[in-house]
């Protein structure tokens, strides 16, 4: 399980330290958990000495792969998705690059071997209970070089703010990180009566874990086309600051004022019903949002009157054609 999935993390650290240059191009996911694992992930190699060009996706969408995989000679790395399309990003590849999957959801093997699928799924780890993809990153960067240990508490963040508990509590890798930040004083533990609070060690005092999360989410999805993402990054390794607390205050006024009028829409008719489904469409109503806000639309209003609750709901929105810093 945990030890053969180190052992092959180390096995593909050796690939990257052999293969030619020292460049690295890191993709990552913009929710908590994928921003954790992209500040882990930067920071551990650039303390290799390696030169990391760091983007922010929403999903890996097929588009976005095939011009990824226009590039010979790379090093790269995919963290907090990707573990289930290994063998579609093999098929891209074809042993051109060297490519690395850091993820924590269901996964298929790779059928490139210069393609490392290190998700735990598949050594018998499970990715909603056991293991986070900012944990995988952790352990990653650990097996790089101990002086990564330091960045337990921003596993421990991206942990929590995937939410996946069992009692109340962080288990097994999860909870391997968290009492490692607990003992570098830099995560506190609060026990209560249906399990634990998390929370960060701050000069400005104790910060919640989860509301931190929020606080991640919000940058990196509503702020996914207003360099939120790499805000984000930044108080991952700094904490928060004035500067990210304008800008998640702004991106909150943006998201509740977007979400009020979407809702306003609905009950005037925007929402077209079949047998089993119900949906809407906000087309680019929510700009200058990320398309992870139609999903957290979804969320917020799936328990009130406005819907069935014997139907699925399904919200679509336009995705714009552009990568931030991408293209």
């Not at 999860?174 to 249906?194: G, L, Y």
């Not at 700094?238 to 500067?243: L, Y």
């Amino acid at each position: 399980m945990i030890d053969k999935l180190i052992e092959d993390m180390e096995l593909a650290i050796r690939s990257i330290r052999k293969w030619p240059g020292k460049k690295i191009q890191l993709f990552h996911h913009n929710d908590s958990d994928g921003l954790c694992s992209g500040a882990i992930l930067q920071k551990a190699f650039e303390r290799a000495g390696y030169d990391v060009n760091r983007f922010s996706l929403e999903k890996p969408y097929p588009a976005v792969l095939k011009k990824i995989y226009e590039q010979d000679g790379r090093v790269l790395v995919f963290a907090d998705f990707a573990g289930r399309i290994a063998p579609m990003i093999s098929d891209f590849n074809q042993g051109r690059n060297l490519t690395l999957i850091l993820d924590h959801h269901v996964a298929e093997a790779s059928t490139d071997p210069n393609v490392f699928n290190l998700d735990p799924e598949l050594y018998g780890l499970k990715g909603d209970r056991d293991i986070t993809a900012s944990t995988t990153c952790y352990f990653f960067g650990l097996a790089m070089d101990p002086v990564n240990r330091d960045m337990a508490h921003i596993a421990a963040i991206g942990a929590v703010g995937d939410k996946f508990f069992e009692n109340g509590r962080l288990v097994s890798q999860n909870r391997e990180v968290v009492m490692e930040a607990v003992k570098q004083d830099r995560i506190e533990i609060r026990e209560h009566e249906t399990g634990e609070d998390y929370y960060l060690i701050s000069e400005g005092g104790p910060l919640p874990c989860d509301q931190l999360g929020d606080y991640l989410d919000t940058l990196g999805a509503a702020g996914f086309y207003q360099n939120g993402p790499d805000i984000g990054i930044k108080v991952c390794h700094e904490g928060i600051s004035p500067a990210s607390d304008r800008m998640v205050e702004e991106l909150r006024v943006i998201q509740i004022k977007a979400f009020d009028e979407e809702i306003k829409r609905i009950r005037n008719g925007g929402l077209k019903k079949t047998r089993r489904i119900q949906w809407f469409h906000v087309k680019n109503r929510f700009s200058p949002m990320g398309v992870k806000m139609v999903g957290a639309f979804c969320d917020n209003i799936k328990n009130t009157d406005d819907f069935d609750p014997h139907r699925y709901i399904a919200g679509f929105q336009i995705i714009p054609n552009e990568i931030p810093g991408f293209g």
